[in-house]
């Protein structure tokens, strides 16, 4: 690693330091040399070379990382649309590595998957992840109503999202590792960001929206410095120039040097840190991933069902939600639905995913309760599905009541 004589002195006094007071250095192998002098040349320059504020951030780091016992955090399997290019069991036996149970993090997820998508999409030409992100498909307004049903009333929506935001960034950081092995490049430490805004409206930049923008920057610039190596914000149009003043205030100068902003005439560019087989064919590569490179804002929005109680349920304009029952031998769920005010949906019932028990069907407020029932005669999983796709507009909402066994 080439350095100016003084950063090289900067980077081993520093070293020395946290040595004699027996502190680690965050997101490294602290017994390989290489990758020490990698991590703190990265809090230094955070910090302007100044050994006294990158010793500053390192502490910070380190009690962050210990009270939210982030490296004891189970990330892989992580949720299927996240990683495009990576075997998820490799992942998995990933010295250290825990595995992870669905819980807490997949619900806000799939909250925040109704107006957001972003994915880690293989790698660049120096072997680093790169996460795209279709900002252009963003909806605060659909996020914010997937969270106002699944959180308890006056919990901080923003505060939630953190939760995926830092779930997202540690998987980010194993990515990372994950290609220094494979590729035996100890250099590797930092990602490539692809920011497609092609569709951005003025109507997405809301008060709410740069809000959170704000604080997910504000962590990355805590907790994560220097983690980007370049961001590409493509597909640019006069909306993109009036978010970036909003949002410039909130970004230090050497994460402002690293944008670079690129009209659609422009997307060749990118082929100079990518590959083309790496890069998605919206993007101007050649790669057409099976289940999409970078799958828009999900039609779906799954619930964990509860039993015997009344259930609202939320269904956002142009979105589908699904309840999932998984049902033993001989059991057996009776349902009741009733659609809020005067609205329609469609309606049906799946078994195993693929058997259609009940065909979908339009139905209306007026027509009252809706009800049904399935026994099943060998172990399966029953979906009820509760689709508002067809109105981009108006989100609607419905009582359902499930028992069985």
């Known amino acids: 690693m080439s ?3 003084e950063h090289e002195q900067a980077v081993q006094e520093l070293d020395t330091t946290l040595k004699k007071k027996g502190i680690r250095v965050p997101y490294c192998d602290n017994k390989d040399t290489y990758q020490r002098d990698v991590m703190l040349k990265k809090f230094l320059v955070a910090r302007h070379f100044d050994s006294n504020k990158a ?3 390192i502490l910070d780091i380190n009690q962050h990382r210990e009270k939210e016992s982030m490296d004891n955090l189970p990330l892989f399997p992580c949720p299927s649309d996240l990683l495009r290019g990576y075997c998820q069991k490799k992942l998995q036996s990933t ?16 909250a925040m998957r109704t107006g957001f998508s972003g994915t ?5 030409k120096n072997n680093r992840p790169i996460w795209i992100e279709r900002t252009g498909m963003f909806n605060f307004v659909s996020i914010s109503e997937a969270l106002g049903y699944i959180l308890p009333d006056g919990e901080d929506k923003v505060k939630s999202l ?16 994950h290609r220094r092995t494979q590729t035996k490049d100890p250099s590797i430490s930092k990602s490539l960001v692809i920011m497609d805004c092609a569709g951005l409206s003025a109507w997405q930049i809301s008060r709410d929206a740069l809000e959170m923008l704000k604080h997910f920057i504000q962590y990355d610039q805590r907790f994560f ?8 914000v493509v597909n640019v149009g006069l909306i993109v120039h009036t978010a970036f003043k909003l949002i410039k205030p909130f970004l230090e100068k050497r994460v402002q040097d690293k944008i670079h902003i690129l009209k659609s005439s422009e997307l060749k560019q990118l082929l100079e840190e990518v590959d083309d087989e790496n890069l998605p064919s919206f993007l101007g590569g050649t790669c057409t991933c099976e289940c999409g490179c970078v799958p828009p804002p999900s039609q779906e929005f799954y619930e964990a069902p509860r039993l015997g109680s009344l259930e609202k349920i939320l269904l956002p304009a142009g979105k589908c939600v699904k309840k999932v029952f998984q049902l033993g031998k001989d ?13 329609s949906i469609t309606y049906s019932a799946v078994v195993n995913d693929s058997h259609e028990y009940l065909p979908k069907e339009k139905v ?10 399935y026994t099943a005669e060998s172990a399966c999983t029953l979906t009820l599905v509760f689709d508002n796709s067809s109105s981009w507009v108006k989100s609607k909402s419905l009582s359902l009541r499930v028992e069985g066994k």
């Open 55 to 57: 010793l500053d951030m």
């Open 225 to 232: 410095p220097e983690g980007v190596a370049r961001i590409y």
């Open 120 to 124: 880690f999409h293989k790698w660049d």
């Open 162 to 177: 953190m939760k995926v935001k830092a779930y997202i960034n540690e998987v980010a950081v194993q990515l990372i590792a």
């Open 331 to 343: 059991g057996f769920i009776n349902w009741e639905f009733n659609i809020h005010e005067t609205h």
């Open 364 to 373: 209306y407020t007026a027509e009252g309760a809706r009800a049904g029932s």
């Open 3 to 5: 350095m100016p004589k």
């Open 95 to 110: 010295p250290g590595s825990r595995r992870r149970e669905s819980g807490e993090i997949d619900k806000l997820y799939a």
